[in-house]
């Protein structure tokens, strides 16, 4: 993990998205995680290289990680690429 991209930055993105946004949490599952059966899904971690997410999926908890298409370089880079991706899994049926 990058200098810029600590634990504490991982901690507050990951309550906020659990906290404010579980919709799209569980979308990155779906489309991203190639979960489409997924019912809940809740981000574990966060780093420069992509998150860890655990998804419900017919009774059973999954892991699943999630790889970013670029190095995020901070918070700022994470706030703005996870909103993208928000908006590209709702383009996509």
Same mark, same amino acid.
């Given at each position: $993990?990058?200098?810029s991209? &600590?634990?504490e930055?991982?901690?507050? @993105?990951?309550?906020?998205? =659990?906290?404010?946004?579980q ?9 991203? *995680?190639?979960?489409p =059966?997924?019912? &809940?899904?809740? $981000?574990?971690? @966060?780093? !420069?290289? *992509? $998150? =860890?997410?655990?998804a419900?999926?017919? *009774?059973?908890?999954?892991? @699943? ?5 670029? &190095?995020?370089?901070? !918070? ?6 996870l @909103?993208? $991706?928000v908006?590209?899994a709702?383009?996509?049926?």
């Amino acid at each position: $993990m990058s200098d810029s991209f &600590t634990s504490e930055i991982s901690d507050r @993105i990951c309550s906020h998205m =659990n906290e404010d946004h579980q919709d799209a949490v569980l979308l990155y599952a779906k489309k991203f *995680g190639s979960s489409p =059966n997924a019912t &809940t899904a809740k $981000m574990l971690s @966060i780093d !420069a290289l *992509g $998150m =860890n997410l655990t998804a419900e999926v017919s *009774g059973e908890s999954l892991p @699943i990680r999630i790889e970013f298409d670029h &190095t995020l370089k901070d !918070a700022e880079d994470a706030h703005y690429t996870l @909103i993208d $991706m928000v908006k590209l899994a709702r383009t996509q049926k």
